[in-house]
Each structure stands twice: as C-alpha cells, then as structure tokens.
C-alpha cells in the first residue's frame, strides 16, 4: 500500500473522530491503519434505535479506487440477520461496496467516496421500513405487507435490545447469566476485542481470563458503557411500551426472504431483558464507585497516574478564571484526586438564576482512555440530564478535565439547542423543549422551578 494511500485512510479517520456525528465511531491500531474497527449507534426512532452495531473494514492496496471490505461483527456469533442487506454471516450488501448492483446512476463505488460515507450507507440501512431492503419489496405497501414490515420491526427491535446493547455491556462487565460477576472481573484494559462478543443466553461465555490472554484491540467499550447511562431510560420505555404487544414466551415471525442460517429466529422475552438492564446499571454504579476506591490506592502509592490528575485539579481555579466561569466551584471529595464535586450556580438571567446544583465528576483510574462520569446530586429538569441524574455533554478536548467542567456547564445552560435525537437522555422533557410553544413554556417553567427548590430546600435545612 502507497504512502498516498495510508496517509488519506488515515485523513478520513481523523476526520470522523474530530467530526460532531455522535452515532458513528471509527478506531485503528497505530500500527496498520488499513484495518478500522468502527462503531454505528441505531437512528433514534427506528427498531435499531440506540443499539451498539460493530463493523471491521479492511482497505486494500487498490483503495481508493476500490473500496474497503466491510463485515458486519454484531450478528449473535453469526445467527442473527439484523437486516435483509446485513446478513448473519457478516455480509454487508451495499452496491458502493460492490457487494450489491445498484440499479440507479452513483449507486457505485467512487474514489470520492470514503469511510464516512460508508458508515453513513450502513446507517441508513438501519430505517422504520426494513422490509422494504429486500430486492422486490422496495415497493411493498400493502397492508399485509405493513403487517409484515411491523412484525419485522418487532423482533428487530427485541434483538437490538438483547444483542447489540445488553449482550455487549454484559460482557464488558463480566456479568454472567445468572447476573453474577466473573471472577476476576474484567477491566477495559483486560478485555480484548469483540471479534465476535455475542454469545447465546444459553451459552457459556468465553472465561475473562482466556479473554484476557488475546489481548486484542477494543476501543469501544468506554463509549457503550457511557452511552448505556445516558440511553438507560429509552431502552426501559421501550421494555415498558412492547411487552404488552409482544407475549413473553411467543415466537420471532420468519420473514419470506429469511433462510436457514440467515435469519432472525428466537423468542420475545421482554421481562428478563428489563431485569438484565437493571443489573446491568448496577455494576456500572458499583465500578464507577470503585474508581474512588482505585484512586485514593494510586494517591497513597504517590503513583504517577494520581499525580497527574492532580495538576488537572489544581491548574482548574487558573484556568476557570481565564474563562470567566465565575459561578462554578470545584472541590476534590475527601481528597481524592479521582472525585470532583462541582458546583453550580444558575447564571443570572437565565432560567436557573438563583439554583445551586450539586455534580459528582468520577474519575477513572484509566483516563482519559475511560472518560469521567457526570452525576446530578441534585434533582433538576433538563434536557440534558437523566431522570436519576446522568449527565449529557460533550468534551472538546477529552483528556483535559478543565474542559469537561468547561463542558458540563454548556451543556447546563443550553436553552435554544438545535434538535439532536442521539442527545436524548430525558425522552420527557426533550419532547416538551421540541413540541408547541406552550409544552416549551411548560419545560422552562419545570426548570426554571428546579432552580427555585435548590434554594427552598437550603432555606429550610
């Protein structure tokens, strides 16, 4: 491969990490760019919605004048077809691919074409309509053919659930199928790549240990655990609005185009995919807590990670000065580098004039390869925030602490934000901020009385 070659892969992967698409993701080891894991996020809205979808592409020495080959990795250990074009055994038919003959003019592969484009091409594929993906159902709209295409969308919708969200967070934490924890549990820099991660509910899964011997590539698990909090409240609702539509216990409809070995057959089983997510969030709170613990280890052992995190800490003050952020104050908890309390002070003139806000900044022992996690201690209404307190934002500069407190508090005071669906962590109040103006005059009342309690609440203690 050209040095031309290598150093536009290289181009078009910078670009898509330094990009503001949040459903797509790409990584690669420094050592060979031409083999690119990425990461697709389901469109909101869709039976994929909010699923963790991995695909592995390879360039080859002819790119870019032919394009990569891309396969699909989040296919249940090859038994589940999550679309007619993307296929259990991996297979992903696009005509840019050439895996597909277009019927249109630009349909084919062109050397303008690149990664983004791709992912993009993928993503689409993920629609309310899937059905109509298969070749002599692009047209289909009767109405059994809309009974058929919601009945697609049913199990889809199940199975995004299952295998693209619980499954891989499951294995991330070492959670076994009885909910129990693998022993030792595994770490993001013990786990190895997820060169195929989903293993049947019946199955065994592969010991952490043997996993941990591979030690392949994973660049991802940090950012589905991330996402998992903020999606939390979706995948519950949408747990919470199926169940009565979808008999626990009943069975997957095969589809016309569905042959053996290449289809999506199972079971609903709703209730137990809400009590998994539970457990799920509870040992993200519990590792999330033992990064505290982690921490106050590397303090006392005057390591050098710890050290570092503290300059972060105490270049803050000079920096937030710099910045003018004169109504957020930040102190470590009990001394640990790894636990920053924020707080802060609704700017005036504004609709949390007057709030005093409460955050817990949990820092990972890993960071920046593990990003912080921001909690809300403090009961607020805001688009921004989960129901128990997650918070939303976006750090410029990941691997300086300074602007993720810069960050938390745009996110804050973001009152006119453009609509962003792969934002949605509180599904309530985004709705009431994009509906008619008397459900935004409803959300900014809300918030505006979140404000007002802070000091309510302060008065009476």
Known sequence: MSNQTILRISRE??????????????????????????????????????????????????????????????????????????????KVCLSILGTWHGERPGEEWSSAQGLESILWSIQSLMSNNPYENEPGYENARGTEDKRMNELYCSKIRHETLRVAVIHKLEEALGIQPDGSLATPAPTTAQWGSEEEDDDDDEGIREDPLEVQIKL??????????????????????????????????????????????????????????????????????????????????????????????????EQLADY?????????????????????????????????????????IAVSPRFPTEQPRVKMETPIYHHRVSKDGVVCYFSKEA??????????????????????PRTIVHPEATKLLWGSESDKKRYFRQLRRSAQKTTEEGMEM
């Open 320 to 360: 937030m000065t710099r910045k003018k952020l004169h109504n957020v104050d930040v102190k470590l908890e009990n001394g640990n580098p790894f636990v920053w309390i924020m707080t802060y002070f609704g700017k005036p003139s504004t609709h949390l004039d007057g709030g005093i806000f409460k955050l817990r």
């Open 399 to 420: 691997d300086q602490l300074r602007n993720h407190i810069e960050s938390i508090v745009e996110a804050l005071e973001e009152e006119s934000p453009p609509y962003d």
């Open 13 to 90: 992967i910078t670009q898509i990490q330094q990009g503001s698409d949040l459903s797509i993701a790409v990584a690669c080891q420094e050592k060979d760019v031409r083999h690119v894991k990425a990461l697709i996020i389901g469109p909101h809205g869709t039976p994929y919605a909010y699923g963790f979808f991995d695909f592995s592409v390879h360039f080859g020495s002819e790119y870019p004048s032919k394009p990569p080959k891309v396969e699909a990795r989040t296919t249940n250990a090859g038994r589940t077809r999550f679309n007619p074009n993307i296929y259990a055994g991996g």
């Open 216 to 313: 392949k590539f994973s660049p991802f698990r940090d950012l589905i655990k991330r996402r998992f909090l903020w999606y939390f409240e979706h995948y519950m609702c949408t747990i919470e609005e199926y169940t009565p539509k979808n008999k626990d216990g009943s069975d997957f409809v095969k589809m016309p185009f569905e042959g053996t070995g290449n289809g999506m057959e199972g079971k609903f089983r709703y209730s137990e995919l809400g009590r998994r997510l539970v457990r799920i969030k509870e040992v993200l709170r519990t590792e999330t807590d033992n990064w505290a613990v982690e921490g106050l280890a590397l303090k006392e052992r005057e390591a050098t990670k710890a050290a570092a995190v503290q300059r972060q800490f």
